[in-house]
């Protein structure tokens, strides 16, 4: 909040410039002075109030997830905020909350599925490279895909009308579906799919190209294994395995350099917390018996990343940048101004994650939109969430990044992340533009 001091600079002028041999003299200085100290006391309450106000709507933020915390409903959260290149960091709670480890802004979250984000920016290097188009067919790639066919209540299913493309897949409207998506068709092809290991990337793609679309491609939305099928693609057109990939080409020259499949860092990964039926959360996953940790996490493009939060603000500021971070290109603007446009028909708004719909919500190539219908953001917000309550949203036109960071399994309490982004978009909002 900044006070504007030309009121007072505009009076003293007016008063240097009245006439001291004047005989009223006295009587007008009295008389300014009289305005100019109640005018001071207005403004100065004025700039009390605006200042209670920016620090209302951030402390209101910090309040409501404080208390998840101290309620034990969740262990530990990191939050970062960031206006016009200041950030602001809270960092509260446990990593661990029957060790009481502290959380730290150096902690490793699972970052599920804000993993996908990544995986579109792999994908469109190589487009931006000429090694491949949006519009071609995945069965290129892929030709398993080619005998994929589409749900229609029967065993054998029938073939689609239409050709998948990587558009496609980057959109979630190639049809390829998953438990997260409560169609008959998605719970087909989880029931085909549970039970079933995959040690590989090419073990779990011919897995998922035994399932059946939920539509004809491009006819609809579906939370499905997509970017599987995209990280694949990449490993065979640039040969070289998505991990590597990754590192080499977006960790690297991002400094993400905790970021990866696997830890040698047991220590920094967060435990995991599940919500107990009788209330409040129990750890069902620590360092010490995490795939994380063990070697046991195949890399794919899905899920599957762990990260710190600072990791993940580097990415967001590339985003924000237009495709460039510490003038090092990832992407071109023109690739990322594609990728942040809506593409999902409104005929099948609103998109829905598992029992969330996501009203006022859309979808680009690789991450979330908000839409103008939306109950919060701000129309333009780039976003997408991971299941185990992992979050980040991104305003280039407002310069904005707000991310935040915990572990929590419990698909029934998502709403909280949505809660995160309104909060925090206020927050934000509340904040001066020029960082002062």
Known sequence: MHCNLGFFRNNFVVMENDSWSNDSFHRKITSKMKRLLVSLLWMGL?????????????????????????????????????????????????????????ISENSLFRFASMTKPLTATAIMQLVEKDKLSLDDPVATYIPAVAQMRVFDGTTSGRLPERTMTIRH????????????????????????????????????????????????????????????????????????????????HIFQPLDMHHTSFQTSNPDMLTSLHATRPEGGIQVVESPANSQYV?????????????????????????????????????????????????VVKKKFFPIQVASNEMYGQGYGLGVGVVMEQSPFGTKGDIYWPGAYYTYFFVNPEQETIAIFMTQLFDMSRMNMIWEFHDLATKALDSFPSDGK
């Open 294 to 342: 063990t070697g046991e996490n195949m890399p794919r493009g899905n899920t599957g990343l762990i990260g710190t939060a600072g990791d993940y603000l580097n990415f967001c500021r590339m985003i924000l940048n237009k495709g460039t971070w510490n003038a090092k290109l990832i992407l071109t603007p023109a690739s990322m101004k594609v990728m942040q446009e809506n």
């Open 169 to 248: 897949l980057l959109s979630h409207t190639s049809g390829i579906t998953s438990r997260f998506d409560f169609s008959d068709a998605g719970k087909a092809a989880n029931k085909k799919m549970t039970g079933l290991e995959t040690n590989t990337l090419e073990e779990l793609i011919d897995l998922i190209c035994q399932t059946h679309l939920a539509f004809e491609p491009g006819e609809g939305w579906a939370y499905g294994y997509s970017n599987d099928l995209l990280a694949y693609i990449v490993e065979k057109v640039s040969g070289t395995p998505i991990d590597v990939y990754f590192d080499k």
């Open 46 to 102: 004025a700039c009390s109030l605006a200042a209670q106000s920016d620090r209302t709507a951030y402390e209101h933020l910090l309040k409501q997830f404080h208390t998840y915390v101290d309620n034990g409903e969740l262990a530990g959260t990191v939050i970062f905020l960031e206006k016009n290149g200041i950030l602001t960091k809270d960092v509260y709670g446990y990593a661990d909350t029957e060790k009481q480890t502290p």
